[in-house]
T-cell receptor, first 114, second 111 residues
Framework: EAQVTQNPRYLITVTGKKLTVTCSQN?????MSWYRQDPGLGLRQIYY???????DKGDVPEGYKVSRKEKRNFPLILESPSPNQTSLYFC?????????????FGSGTRLTVV | KQEVTQIPAALSVPEGENLVLNCSFT??????LQWFRQDPGKGLTSLLL?????REQTSGRLNASLDKSSGRSTLYIAASQPGDSATYLC??????????FGKGTLLTVNP
């Protein structure tokens, strides 16, 4: 089944403790992206990657890092989490060839930083 | 900077009613527009994808239209059912494959 898999689904952590949220897709998509969703603010893009070793900042990159060493994986790294990073996180992927593209989203990771 | 607005923010209808959700965007230079459904605390399910060269797409009881020149899209749901209750999100695809989302319409269909 074509899908984007995020892990973990739920995570509670303490301020300052480094964590990684994994994202993997099995559709051979070039493009991958991370979004966060907050009440009243909607979904906002954190980082994106056009292909292996090519990443760039989205609208709210502060406090996050990403890497794209393999085409299928795009982990989101919080080096020193803070309470304002408590949010619902989504990973998404898309093909890019042909001009038209549609996104597939993961099921989300609910992160709480205390 | 692209901005996407969805009206209404919330909508409550009786079962069986036909309804329209609205989405507007400020920059008409888009690649596509995608409608998603989100159930509480869950992920996003893609409903319809309209390429910039298309005017509408249909899937079952759903029909989405796109008017790039006026910066508008509508999602039409026919014969609504309680199972349609969810938040509906409109997202516009722009340069660098970025999606810009509206804040959604919370739909409640009452039995």
């Amino acid at each position: 089944e074509a899908q984007v898999t995020q892990n973990p689904r739920y995570l509670i952590t303490v301020t300052g403790k480094k964590l990684t949220v994994t994202c993997s897709q099995n559709m051979n998509h070039e493009y991958m992206s991370w979004y966060r969703q907050d009440p009243g603010l909607g979904l906002r893009q954190i980082y994106y990657s056009m292909n292996v070793e090519v990443t760039d900042k989205g609208d709210v990159p502060e406090g996050y890092k990403v890497s794209r060493k393999e085409k299928r994986n795009f982990p989101l790294i919080l080096e020193s989490p803070s309470p304002n990073q408590t949010s619902l996180y989504f990973c998404a992927s898309s093909f890019t060839k042909g001009g038209g593209y549609g996104y597939t989203f993961g099921s989300g990771t609910r992160l709480t930083v205390v | 900077k692209q901005e996407v607005t969805q009206i209404p923010a919330a909508l409550s209808v009786p079962e069986g009613e036909n309804l329209v959700l609205n989405c507007s965007f400020t920059d008409s230079a888009i690649y596509n527009l995608q409608w998603f459904r989100q159930d509480p605390g869950k992920g996003l399910t893609s409903l319809l994808l309209i390429q910039s060269s298309q005017r509408e797409q249909t899937s079952g009881r759903l029909n989405a239209s796109l008017d790039k020149s006026s910066g508008r899209s509508t999602l039409y749901i026919a014969a609504s059912q309680p199972g349609d209750s969810a938040t509906y999100l409109c997202a516009v695809g722009g340069s660098n494959y970025k999606l810009t989302f509206g804040k959604g319409t919370l739909l409640t269909v009452n039995p």
